[in-house]
T-cell receptor, first 113, second 114 residues
Framework: DQQVKQNSPSLSVQEGRISILNCDYT??????FLWYKKYPAEGPTFLIS?????DKNEDGRFTVFLNKSAKHLSLHIVPSQPGDSAVYFC????????????FGTGTLLAVQP | GAVVSQHPSWVICKSGTSVKIECRSL??????MFWYRQFPKQSLMLMAT?????????EQGVEKDKFLINHASLTLSTLTVTSAHPEDSSFYIC??????????FGPGTRLTVT
């Protein structure tokens, strides 16, 4: 049973435009959510996180939105750059960032120059 | 930032042999480390939680006798794949818990069993 899902396996965006990556979860006990960027044969790189007590967190070009009632979160990247091209995973945990993470299925983002 | 290393980065072994993968936190102590595996074009699946000085906690469906985890010190956890088979070929990634700053991931180890 996939508790964290990313329904779009891929997304293509023009450079300079906004990239929106979506993530849905089913476990209402999740209280901390993270986004990671990953290249093949490398470990994930942390991008941004959000606690369930918030509905928005912003860090530079990256903003994460959380809609608890819908069990949905999204990552906005503005403006998108070719270097952003990678696979993006959302992850969720119960009890904060130091607990085990359940990863989503990933979305391959391609930013076209 | 905190650094987590894995060794080896790539290993090929013959079916039936055992392989050990090391995960080290280089500049911080980690009482808890996690082991994940990723098949091609799939998600990262949590295998087990490794706690320093105690037995690892395995996720449902992960054979603890096949994937031996030892967390002997605050900076080192090892994953041993025993009697490896081709279906164990995968990308294995560890993460180390740095406390309030969350988890840091290693670069991963690609295991190919022939």
């Amino acid at each position: 049973d996939q508790q964290v899902k990313q329904n779009s396996p891929s997304l293509s965006v023009q450079e300079g435009r906004i990239s929106i990556l979506n993530c849905d979860y089913t476990n209402s006990m999740f209280d901390y959510f993270l986004w990671y960027k990953k290249y093949p044969a490398e470990g994930p790189t942390f991008l941004i996180s959000i606690s369930s007590i918030k509905d928005k967190n912003e860090d530079g070009r990256f903003t994460v939105f959380l809609n608890k009632s819908a069990k949905h979160l999204s990552l906005h990247i503005v403006p998108s750059q070719p270097g952003d091209s990678a696979v993006y995973f959302c992850a969720a945990s119960e009890g904060g960032a130091t607990n085990k993470l359940i990863f989503g299925t990933g979305t391959l983002l391609a930013v076209q120059p | 930032g905190a650094v987590v290393s894995q060794h080896p980065s790539w290993v090929i072994c013959k079916s039936g042999t055992s392989v050990k993968i090391e995960c080290r936190s280089l500049d911080f102590q980690a009482t808890t480390m996690f082991w994940y595996r990723q098949f091609p074009k799939q998600s990262l699946m949590l295998m087990a939680t490794s706690n320093e000085g105690s037995k690892a906690t395995y996720e449902q469906g992960v054979e603890k006798d096949k994937f031996l985890i030892n967390h002997a010190s605050l900076t080192l956890s090892t994953l041993t794949v025993t009697s490896a088979h081709p279906e164990d070929s995968s990308f294995y990634i560890c993460s180390a818990n740095s406390g309030q700053f969350g988890q840091y991931f290693g670069p991963g180890t690609r295991l190919t069993v022939t």
